[in-house]
């Protein structure tokens, strides 16, 4: 079996669920407190994937980003390198998604050939949405790929989310 090992960064707003989100894929639990993520944590998780049928390894070296402005200097050297991105906005707060098109543009021009997934967490929170299918569809267009509304909470299309980018990645 074919093995790969891909760097993948997490991009988003603060508090939009970054950290919750790896926590889950990794290993698969969620906490409730909130603490903020200063500078980059690298978490590391390998999967079987079948992107064209045959089925290959890809072990994901996952890079959490600290959200907001003051890391947003020193992100160029975290960010080089990286073979995808999951560019993070929370389901109920619209300016995160706003600012993921930056952060996209961003990424992008450090890494022109990655890959990218939006992943629109948050799901649980039903009563509070405000993203609606047609914004995340366009923002999702725009970048050629798709997105997922997940919960790092119950786990809901966490890991469909990690897997999709890892196929796009081998």
């Not at 919750?20 to 079987?48: A, M, P, Q």
């Not at 998604?97 to 930056?102: F, I, M, S, Y």
């Not at 967490?121 to 923002?139: A, E, F, S």
Request: with cysteine.
């Amino acid at each position: 079996m074919a093995s790969f090992r891909k760097k993948i960064c997490l991009l988003g707003d603060y508090s939009v669920g970054k950290t919750s989100l790896i926590r889950r894929f990794v290993h698969n639990r969620f906490e409730d407190k909130y603490i903020s993520t200063i500078g980059v944590n690298v978490s590391r998780k390998t999967v079987s994937v079948s992107p064209v049928g045959n089925v290959v390894e890809i072990t994901m070296m996952i890079w959490d980003l600290a959200g907001g402005e003051e890391f947003s200097q020193m992100q160029g050297s975290y960010l080089r390198g990286a073979d995808g991105a999951m560019l993070v906005c929370d389901l109920t707060r619209a300016k995160t998604l706003d600012h993921l098109e930056t952060q996209a543009h961003n990424f992008l021009r450090i890494n022109p050939t990655s890959k990218l997934v939006v992943v629109a967490n948050k799901k649980d929170l039903v009563n509070q949405m405000i993203l609606t299918g047609d914004q995340l569809d366009t923002v999702a267009a725009a970048f050629d790929t798709r997105y997922f509304r997940t919960s790092a909470k119950t786990g809901d299309d966490v890991e469909a989310a990690f897997r999709f980018l890892g196929e796009l990645l081998v």
